[in-house]
């Protein structure tokens, strides 16, 4: 019986009446080296830059240019991720719920995008109030046998699933 498959960042396992989401760091910044190695710079670079440059003051590793960098692109970037995903998580009911009683869960939709991952919403029910959880399947690998095979896991639980 089929009980778990891979997201964007991480895996979903069906255990125990639990829908488990597990995520990792890992996986993701895995998946980001996989798709675009220059992208994986962009992003690694200046993470690791910065705090070098504010620990070692070496013409490499300038310490006011490692200081300007943190003010004025790395917090305003930190701030701006919060701020975007608090607006979008309040008002729409999404989610990063870890764990899901299957016996809430009332139905999940797999929309697919031509130029995309396959978005996963898990609709389920907390303290009176329907909530979604939000996956990704791992994309531009994703094969028609990851996805089927990801709509099963719900459906051999008992678990309705809509394609739209």
């Not at 190695?37 to 013409?59: A, E, R």
């Amino acid at each position: 019986m089929a009980n778990s498959f891979s997201t964007n960042n991480g895996h979903v396992t069906i255990v125990d009446g639990t829908v488990q989401i597990e995520n990792s760091i890992r996986c993701s910044i895995r998946r980001l080296f996989n798709r675009s190695k220059l992208m994986f710079m962009f992003v690694f670079i200046p993470i690791v830059w910065t705090p070098s440059s504010l620990v070692i003051d070496h013409w490499l590793f300038p310490t006011a240019v490692g200081k300007l960098f943190l003010v004025f692109l790395g917090l305003p970037l930190l701030v701006m991720v919060g701020i975007t995903r608090l607006a979008i998580a309040l008002p729409t009911g999404i989610t990063t719920a870890s764990r899901i009683p299957v016996d809430t869960v009332d139905h999940v939709t797999f929309e697919e995008h031509r130029f995309g991952p396959t978005q996963i919403t898990i609709h389920y029910e907390n303290d009176g109030d329907m909530k979604n959880r939000q996956l990704r399947l791992p994309w531009p690998s994703q094969t028609a046998e990851e996805f089927e095979a990801s709509r099963r896991v719900f459906e051999v639980h008992g678990i309705d699933t809509d394609r739209t």
